[in-house]
């Protein structure tokens, strides 16, 4: 009886692997009735063997899964006698969760099918890790929009959909508006927390056809599909200025910010995706040339007008390793008794094919760039140099002011930068001047206040230039250490035909001496304004072209000698 004892282990053994397996077993006879199943089946799936003994197992199916695998599953299995794949089943409870199923078609020694063997796991932990690692690879993390990546392949859809039905598409590059100034302020975290509201509008303001992506920072992007013409993306474009323009409550405080939009249209501006996002985004700097919380269609002009930019910055970039860069300098006048009383800096480009360039045509490059900072810092250098060159040879400079941007004022360095060129030139209190945008001032108080508290400590003398222009709370402008105000050009240049300009010069030169503060008038061109601004209103010191234009610095030695007074 040993080959019998064999057979019966034999047989053991299967049953017990049958019954044990972690995986759902189900046999069926050759008409496709349930005859066996084991422990795992009722647990993955609810169901004993006596509630479906005899039964179809089509009874598990969910109706999800589309027709086609069962059709490749019976051709396979008639074929080839075995077929694997996915399948959704419902639960007895209800609930429809994925499987992996492989099934064999068991035959006997003549070739007749005897009974279908299959087994399955539920696979809803590895469908579930699956399309969080999809999301994750084709969505932005933070707001939940399409990322770049999964950005451009969209694209590429639409377009080709454009394409095929002869239709328009327009792509949106969105830019927020001081956002980096509400980031920094405020914190990461109110940032994020505004990135997640601006998703939600825009998601709001556009169609579901519609693309909404996240670039990356505070940089979007709405790609229309099927668009019908150029005033209809104008009209989606104001929605959603409209939409990101209202106020912010984040946190319990009330955040302001606005959108920069470009706008590109397919086919027009370009036949693929890139094209597009490239003339988007040029559209989107010249939004922001406009004074920004607008939008704006992408024109040949505005290309022109970009690769000048990009030529210009690199040519600056040069220009600074070259030692291309001039300082001139204008006077300031006392007004009483027109004397000489100090210079303002003023930087000059002399550039080897083009000649002077005025500040207007590279300023604004640097300052988008981030040359600015090493721009300041020349002009610091260069005129503390020229200062000490001045008492050195004994021409009666008193004083000679320098411009700082924005961006040298939230440099940490900056302190150090000034005490080390004023020790390194063996300058005088009251000999340099350091003149701060209002904007710029005001952008941050608390921290211009200490900083330019540093500053005084060092001697310098401080002015707030372009009063007027910006938006000033006197509550901080009384805590600022500073000695000047610089009254704006823009407001002289009309006080003799407009009564509000003439007005508004009046009363800042009274507030200012209430305060104790000099104010400078710029822009000084005619004697009637002079007369106006020094004898009407005694403002305490002048500047413009009805004195002098600014000039090189033999240039001032040479218009010293003709007006023979100093301050």
């Known amino acids: 009886i040993t080959a019998r004892r064999s057979t019966e282990a034999t047989l053991d053994l299967y049953a017990n692997v049958f019954r044990h397996s972690s995986e759902g077993t189900i046999i069926t006879d050759a008409d496709n009735r349930i005859v066996a199943v084991n422990e795992a089946f009722t647990r993955l799936t609810g169901y004993t063997l006596e509630e479906v003994f005899g039964k179809d197992p089509r009874l598990l199916a969910s109706g999800k899964s589309p027709p086609e695998p069962y059709r490749d599953m019976w051709a396979a299995l008639d074929s080839r006698g075995y ?105 990461h975290h109110v940032g994020d927390h505004l990135l997640i509201e601006v998703a939600r509008r825009l998601r709001d303001a556009v169609r579901e056809s519609d693309i909404v992506a996240r670039a990356g920072g505070d940089e979007f992007v709405v790609v229309l599909a099927g668009i019908e013409s150029d005033a209809s993306v104008a009209a989606v474009a104001e929605k959603i200025v409209d939409a990101l323009g209202e106020t912010y409550r984040i946190n319990n405080q009330e955040l302001h910010s606005s959108p920069s939009i470009g706008i590109s249209v397919y086919p027009a501006n370009g036949a693929d995706g890139p094209a597009l996002m490239k003339c988007a985004d040029t559209a989107m700097y010249h939004a922001k040339a406009q004074g920004r919380n607008n939008f704006q269609f992408f024109t040949e002009e505005m290309t022109a007008s970009a690769t000048r930019r990009l030529q210009i910055e690199n040519d600056l970039r040069r220009a600074l390793a070259e030692n291309q860069l001039v ?20 930087v000059r480009w002399q550039h080897p094919d083009e000649g002077l360039v005025p500040p207007d045509s590279f300023i604004p490059v640097a300052e988008e760039s981030g040359l600015i900072v090493p721009l300041g810092e020349w002009v610091l250098e260069e005129a503390c140099r020229q200062m000490a060159e001045w008492k050195a040879n004994g021409i009666p400079v008193p004083h000679v002011a320098v411009n700082l941007s924005a961006h040298q004022l939230k440099s940490p360095e900056l302190v150090a930068r ?143 000698s003709t007006i023979g007074r100093v301050a």
């Open 83 to 187: 077929w694997q794949g996915e399948l959704w089943d419902r639960h007895k409870d209800g609930h429809v969760y994925p499987k992996w199923i492989a099934i064999t078609r068991l035959r006997s020694r003549s070739g007749k099918t005897t009974h279908f063997f299959a087994s399955f796991t539920d696979i809803s932990e590895r469908k579930e890790m699956d399309e969080r690692i999809s999301r994750l690879a084709h969505h932005d993390p933070l707001t939940g929009l399409f990322n770049r990546f999964s950005l451009q392949g969209r694209l590429d859809q639409i377009l080709l959909t454009a394409h095929r039905e002869g239709r328009q598409a327009a792509v949106m590059f969105i830019d927020m508006d001081h956002f980096k100034a509400i980031k920094d302020t405020l914190g």
């Open 327 to 346: 300082l001139h300098y204008q006077p300031q006048i006392d007004a009483r008794p027109e004397a000489l009383c100090g210079v303002e800096a003023l």
């Open 418 to 560: 000034v005490a080390a060129a004023i020790s390194r030139h063996e300058l005088l209190p009251g000999e340099l001047g350091l003149e701060v945008t209002e904007t710029a001032a005001m952008a941050d108080p608390e921290h211009a206040i200490t900083l330019l508290h540093a500053l005084g400590d060092l001697g310098v003398v401080l002015a707030i230039d372009d009063f007027g222009t910006g938006y000033s709370s006197l509550a901080y402008l009384k805590r600022l250490p500073i000695r000047v105000l610089k009254l704006d050009r823009s407001f002289v240049q009309d006080i003799e035909t407009d009564d509000d300009d003439a007005a508004i010069c009046a009363a800042t030169i009274a507030l200012a001496h209430t305060l104790d503060i000099q104010v400078v008038a710029e822009g000084v061109e005619t004697e009637a304004q002079r007369y106006f601004l020094s004898t009407v209103h005694h403002c305490d010191k002048l500047q413009g072209y009805f004195f002098s234009r600014p000039l090189p610095a033999a240039g001032i030695e040479e218009w010293l």
